[in-house]
């Protein structure tokens, strides 16, 4: 990444995203039937804007345990000032087939949520010891009818076994709610920095249009939101980091 006559970007600020799909940048294209790549995800959208070099390390189904067990030979390799961490989506979720299949059954997240919330404490911990600020997100709010409705396959008889076990659609929405909330708490606790990705969305009274028709991922304009929250955020810490002065909202 540095040349040896590259003198001029040395020392150069250097960060890390750790995190799952969202910040790989995932979206589900309708018209192809299919998950794809966005050229223009968040991280892609905000690293131009940056002084320094943007290392994404996210993962299509990344949990936070599959995550921090990547982190520690990703910190020694490239020795990051930053490490932006985006979990919380994949950890709270369920294996929604096994749930349709048997719905009197007991069925556990695939984080257990208090395992979550020690496990995002010591990724804090580790990344201070090593002079790393962590810096975390919080999740988007999901569509949770659309969720439904994905999960059960528009299958009637997934669906009302699922429903079964949920008891409401809405309780998806409260579940994602209380692995956010642990975000928020981690951080107010460690006193750690953290973007409020999920308020910026719903300071749109019809969020759910930026978000795919699976329920879960934010689409385009989704990530738009995302990548001007961040630099923001950016803007108001360190606004050293940031190469010019630039217009940050999004235009809905």
Not at 81 to 108: M, R, T
Request: glycine share 6%; charged share 25%; aromatic share 12%.
């Amino acid at each position: 990444m540095n040349k040896e006559n590259d003198n001029l970007s040395i020392p150069s600020t250097k960060y890390m995203i750790t995190g799952d799909s969202i910040s790989k940048g995932v979206i589900y294209d309708e018209s192809r039937s299919k998950y794809v790549l966005l050229e223009d995800n968040y991280v892609s959208l905000m690293q131009g804007k940056l002084k320094g070099v943007v290392r994404n390390t996210a993962r299509f189904g990344n949990t936070l345990i599959k995550g921090l067990g990547n982190l520690t030979k990703d910190i020694q390799k490239d020795k990051p000032d930053f490490v932006l961490i985006e979990y919380g989506g994949n950890d709270c979720d369920f294996n929604w087939n096994e749930i349709a299949q048997n719905p009197d059954a007991e069925h556990s997240p695939k984080t257990d949520f208090n395992v979550f919330e020690s496990m995002l404490r010591e990724s804090i911990y580790y990344l201070k010891s090593q002079q790393i600020t962590p810096i975390l997100m919080n999740l988007p709010p999901l569509n949770a009818d659309n969720y439904f409705k994905w999960v059960s396959q528009n299958n009637p008889v997934a669906a009302s076994n699922i429903l079964k076990w949920l008891g409401s659609v809405t309780k998806i929405y409260w579940w994602q709610e209380r692995y956010n909330s642990t975000i928020v708490k981690v951080a107010e606790s460690t006193k750690t920095r953290i973007i409020d990705v999920r308020g910026a969305f719903l300071e749109y009274p019809d969020f759910t249009k930026f978000i795919c028709i699976d329920g879960i991922h934010p689409n385009k304009e989704g990530h738009r939101i995302i990548s001007d929250k961040v630099l923001e955020f950016i803007r108001n810490n360190d606004f050293h980091l940031l190469r010019d002065d630039i217009e940050i909202g999004y235009q809905g």
